[in-house]
């Protein structure tokens, strides 16, 4: 048996979440593992780096999974791509050490959220970004960006959560991005790179910050939340569609 790290995009619109469920939702797990048990050898049974909620995206989940199947790695991609739906690609495969784990190896995870503001609501994008149509406060946004990172305990922005709520963030970015159509719109991207998160954290503390951003809540108000805040002390947690898993790190973090 071979160990393939295979590495995939998916636009999470149409899917109830990554892992399979109870029900037989359709989710990334369920649709990409039925379309490996196509291939002669191959274990339909996929690890991910992640997790993902109904409607949040992806461009780049790591997975691994065995096979005993002789297709050379750079054409797995290819193989399972005619078996996939348009909305779920392979981008990349490679074969691993034995012991190599997408989830257990992985060092650190980025996700990026995106905010649009303008006057009008998107079209196009309504299924990719987070429509908040009034002005935000991004120098207090980034003030309360800095007390983020770091090791916290984040049990008040976990949703349902049952492990540990301890994390570590390694960075916590606020970036401008100014469309094509010119200056009368921009995108927010609030990027987070950890060791991991608590169910819900990254859209719980958008939520938050763009409390911030509004003027509902000040900027001093995260390492009061990070000390002794709970879920209902928090901000609301943001829509899913303006989330992206962005990248896995399986070397440790250096800025």
């Not at 295979?6 to 369920?30: C, K, M, N, P, W």
């Not at 608590?198 to 108000?221: C, F, H, N, P, Y």
Request: hydrophobic letters at 40%.
């Amino acid at each position: 048996m071979r160990r393939i790290r295979l590495t995939v995009e998916y636009d999470g619109t149409h899917f109830a979440g990554l892992q399979t469920q109870a029900r037989g939702e359709r989710t990334i797990q369920s649709v990409l593992e039925a379309a490996l048990a196509r291939i002669p050898g191959a274990s339909p049974k996929v690890v991910a780096a992640g997790r993902t909620d109904a409607g949040v995206h992806a461009l780049a989940m790591p997975f691994h999974y065995d096979t005993a199947d002789s297709i050379p790695a750079p054409k797995i991609p290819y193989a399972l791509n005619a078996l996939l739906p348009p909305d779920l690609r392979a981008l990349s495969a490679e074969e691993v050490e034995p012991d190599f784990h997408a989830r257990k190896s992985c060092h650190w995870r980025c996700y990026r959220y995106r905010i649009l503001q303008r006057p009008m609501a998107p079209g196009l994008e309504r299924h990719r970004v987070w429509w908040i149509p009034q002005a935000l406060n991004l120098v207090a946004m980034r003030h309360a960006l800095e007390a983020l990172e770091g090791e916290h305990d984040f049990r008040a922005f976990a949703i349902k959560e049952e492990r540990s709520t301890v994390r570590r963030i390694y960075r916590a970015h606020l970036t401008v991005v100014t469309p094509l159509e010119g200056r009368s719109a921009q995108e927010i991207w609030l990027e987070f790179v950890g060791s991991g998160f608590v169910r819900g954290q990254v859209r719980s503390m958008v939520g938050t910050l763009v409390e911030v951003g509004l003027g509902k809540r000040d900027s001093s108000d995260i390492p009061r939340l990070l000390e002794h805040g709970t879920r209902k002390d928090a901000g609301p947690t943001a829509p899913p569609q303006g989330l992206y898993f962005v990248h896995a790190g399986y070397t440790p973090w250096n800025g």
